[in-house]
Structures are given as C-alpha cells and as structure tokens.
C-alpha cells in the first residue's frame, strides 16, 4: 500500500493554521507596537488639556460615520488608544479609561443609563443612543505616538494623515483636513509599516534533520521631520543581532485571547498587562535570530513628510 508520510506536505498541521511568514509579521508588528509602548512612547490626556499651539485635547469631535446615526460616534484628535498597562521603563502609566464626561456629566464604562463602548485602535467612543450634536464630549485617556501596521493586507485604503497633534487647526470642525477619513482609513504619523518577505532560502539546522528558514523584513519609517524619523531608524536598528521570542497566533485566536472584539471594543478574555509579554509566556512557538540590520538615506517627498527604510534579516528553525 502505498501512502505514509510520503504521500503529506510537510511542516504544515492545517492548512489554515499561520505559516512563518504570516507568524513573524504578526509578532513584529506586536514587538514593536509593545516595544515602543514600553519605552514611553505615549501621552497622557488629562481634563483640561490643550495642545502646544491650543485646541482641546481632552475634547471628542462628532464623526459622521454612514455606519452609525449621527451624533454615536466622536474620536480622539488623535487615535490608537492605549489600554495595555505594566510600563517599565518609566514611573508614568498611561491613562486607563474609566468613562466618558457628557456635558460635564461622568458616564462610567459599563453606564447602563447612557451605554458606550470605546473603540480603541480607532480612538473612539460609541454611544447606543445618538447625543445632540451640541454636546460636549470629554475623555481622559492616552494615545500612543508611533503607529506600527502591517505594510500588507490592510483591507482598507490606508491615507497618511499629517499634522495630527495640531488639534488647533480644525479638529472640531467636522469633516475637515485630515480627519476627513474615517479612522480606520489613515494612518497618523509617525508610524512604521512592516514588511515580511517569504523565505529567501533554508538551511540544514542539524544532522538528522531540521532546518533554519531564512526571511527579510523591511520596516518603512514615515514621519513629519526629520529628527523623528531618524529616531526611529535608529530604534529598530539597535535590535540587530539579538534573539526574540514569538507567540503562536492560532493557538491565540483559538483560544480567545487576542484583545479586540469585532467592533474593536477591549475583549474581555484578552490577556491583562502587556499584550506581547503576556501572549510570548502564554502561546511561546519559537525563537527568531535577528541580524544584518541596515537602513538607507531618509527622503523628504514633502515638506512634512519624511521616509526612511530599515530592513534585517530573520531566522527561525522549520519544524
């Protein structure tokens, strides 16, 4: 009879599983968004708070959303709010969000009188029941300042939002400059876009068998000026010749974990404290080799807009 081993693809469990390629993007785009995090790379909004050159900060906007009856959406001048917690690298912790003022009136999370939930990458909070257009609609909470995404597969048009920190300029404004787009259509700088290249080659890992499996991963830096985009170069490339740990992101979603529900709304299974350390001691898969990290010159396409380009090569054991 002919059949066995000889007769399966190799290295594959099921076929809907993550394979590496699809594993090592989801991890580096959470090293990177934790790592960051994790540096002190947020800001805390308190009530009051105004930007450098004014507008309110603490203050939400009306969004007009064709998905929701007007006056149930209003966001953040800026987005991806933090609800991670566990920040070592600084005595400041970010903002947990506790509720919402309406006319000077607090809504805890979890209000039955006046529900909402917040949705967190999108740097919103959605009511139940449509509030007048005049209302006034503050929040404390903390944003993050670097953006990491997948430079691949974003299933919506993605359009670089510049000068997002300046809440001063029409934020309030509804439908006006950058805000335009709906949230989960821009992307704030600065931000990091990463791009994981299938394997380039494979090599014998031991006598007996196994190999090592070879990638290259390009990271696209985009910022405002020059000094922040440099800064981040400069970040990503400091990991060169290191080892990181990576997470199984089957085993993740299998198991619920993952921290956002289907309307970005924080799941109430998903892990507590930092999402990246707590899903590397949950759901470890294998150990990634980082080297051969290398950038090239920034380019300024714009007055405000400035790209650099970091790539490194990574390696992992198949199975």
Request: charged share 20%; hydrophobic share 35%; proline share 3%.
């Given at each position: 009879m002919v059949g066995g081993p000889h007769t399966k693809l190799a290295n594959l469990t099921n076929i809907q599983d993550s394979t590496l390629s699809n594993i090592l993007l989801d991890n580096?785009?959470?090293?990177y968004d934790w790592g960051f995090l994790d540096r002190g790379s947020f800001f805390n909004i308190k009530i009051p708070?105004?930007?450098?050159y004014g507008g309110d900060?603490?203050?939400?906007?009306?969004?007009?959303?064709?998905?929701?009856?007007?006056?149930q959406v209003w966001e953040g001048y800026r987005q991806n709010w933090v609800w991670e917690s566990g920040i070592n690298a600084t005595t400041t912790q970010p903002t947990r969000i506790s509720g919402v003022f309406v006319d000077n009136t607090f809504y805890a999370t979890g209000n039955v009188?006046?529900?909402?939930?917040?949705d967190y990458p999108n740097g919103r909070v959605v009511f139940d029941s449509a509030q007048t257009s005049t209302s006034t609609v503050q929040l404390e909470y903390s944003h993050?300042?670097?953006?990491?995404?997948?430079?691949?597969?974003i299933p919506w048009f993605r359009q670089l939002q510049q000068r997002s920190f300046r809440s001063d300029e029409g934020f309030q404004v509804?439908?006006?400059?950058?805000?335009?787009?709906?949230?989960?259509t821009r992307i704030q700088l600065p931000a990091v876009a990463i791009e994981v290249v299938p394997p380039k080659s494979m090599q014998g890992y031991q006598l007996g068998g196994g190999q090592w499996v070879n990638n290259e991963v390009v990271f696209y830096v985009m910022s405002e000026n020059h000094w922040e985009c440099a800064n981040l170069?400069?970040?990503?490339?400091?990991?060169?010749?290191?080892?990181?740990?990576l997470f199984n992101p089957t085993e993740v979603a299998l198991s619920g974990a993952f921290p956002f529900n289907y309307r970005n709304e924080l799941n109430e299974h998903a892990l507590p404290?930092?999402?990246y350390p707590n899903l590397i001691d949950n759901f470890l898969y294998r150990k990634c080799w980082i080297s051969n990290s290398k950038g090239t010159e920034i380019s300024q396409l714009s007055p405000e807009l400035y790209i650099g380009t970091t790539s490194c090569s990574t390696q992992v054991k198949a199975i």
């Open positions: 580096l785009v959470n090293f708070q105004s930007g450098i900060r603490h203050r939400l906007r009306l969004v007009d959303d064709p998905n929701y009856s007007d006056g009188t006046k529900p909402f939930y917040v993050k300042w670097v953006e990491v995404v997948a430079a691949e597969g509804e439908g006006s400059g950058g805000w335009a787009q709906l949230g989960q170069m400069d970040s990503i490339l400091y990991q060169n010749e290191r080892t990181i740990h404290s930092g999402l």
